[in-house]
């Protein structure tokens, strides 16, 4: 594959944030591309959508970012922006472990492309209700806590109070009794704080999902030449070791071009055949 010659060599780069994102992502894309990554003030991103859900979000988790990323461009007059939006569900094995998607887009109006990097892994996400000050202990050693901030509302998890940002023991012993005084049944609900600088787990996937971004915008398209040329998908059907039927593993990746659409089908050259533990043949 044809790599770019550093096409962001000193760029300038919009990064439209309130989470203390510009500590993750200037280092990785300023260190691969050459670009430097400006942090834009002036504009609530939370009024975008909050993880505690007091606003919800509108769109998908690709519409978010991107909205971001046009946003810090506009206010800073520049044609190159950049933005990442994050995701908490279910495992899509089991629907049953936390687990977090990380998007980092960003939009290239000189060369009228957008490019996204990408992601996951099992998140730090603790939601649950506690009755006392043990339980809560309890929890916040679950979720990690003190690296990993709190978040504490009384009741339930859709309770319009709420106090986040929990540090230190002080401060969430003090938050535990201000919302157990406010429940209504003595219960508080308990959940870690997902925002970037409050959640490490989260940072490092969100470092994670800067270098896939970088790796693409360094790659160029071997038809047309534009960066952003990298993985689309997996294609299934590496064989089992075992009995030599196709399993749902990947055998390839399809890689494709954000402008032109070529694309190509590459084989993984990190596996040649699949353990029979993952073939629904050997292992129904």
């Excluded at 209700?129 to 339930?156: I, K, M, N, Y």
């Excluded at 106090?163 to 508080?188: I, M, P």
């Excluded at 940072?203 to 030449?225: F, K, N, V, Y």
Aim: charged fraction near 25%; glycine fraction near 10%; hydrophobic fraction near 40%.
């Amino acid at each position: 594959m044809k790599q770019s010659l550093r096409p962001y060599e000193d760029q300038r780069v919009a990064l439209l944030t309130q989470h203390g994102k510009e500590a993750i992502l200037a280092p990785v894309l300023g260190a691969a591309l050459g670009c430097r990554v400006e942090r834009v003030t002036g504009f609530d991103t939370d009024s975008l959508g909050t993880f505690t859900r007091e606003i919800p979000r509108p769109g998908s988790q690709r519409d978010a970012a991107l909205r971001k990323a046009r946003i810090g461009m506009e206010m800073a007059g520049l044609p190159l922006g950049v933005a990442s939006e994050g995701a908490v569900g279910g495992d899509s094995l089991s629907g049953l472990l936390p687990w977090g998607v990380e998007l980092v887009i960003f939009v290239d109006d000189i060369r009228a492309i957008t490019v996204t990097g990408r992601a996951e892994a099992l998140a730090r996400c603790v939601q649950r209700q506690a009755t006392d000050w043990e339980q809560v202990q309890s929890l916040a050693v679950e979720g990690g806590f003190p690296d990993h901030q709190l978040v504490v509302r009384p009741d339930h998890g859709s309770h319009a109070l709420v106090r986040k940002g929990l540090r230190d023991w002080d401060s969430l012993r003090a938050a535990f009794h201000w919302a157990r005084g406010l429940s209504s049944d003595g219960r508080v609900f308990v959940e870690n704080d997902l925002r970037a600088h409050a959640n490490p787990t989260r940072c490092q996937l969100i470092e994670a999902a800067a270098h896939d971004l970088a790796s693409r915008l360094a790659t160029a398209c071997p038809q047309c030449g534009l960066p952003g040329y990298g993985i689309h998908s997996p294609v299934p059907g590496l064989v089992c070791d075992a009995c030599g039927r196709p399993t749902r593993l990947a055998r390839a990746r399809r890689w494709r071009c954000v402008s032109c659409d070529h694309e190509e089908v590459l084989p993984c050259p990190e596996a040649t055949t699949a353990d029979p533990r993952n073939c629904d043949a050997c292992n129904p």
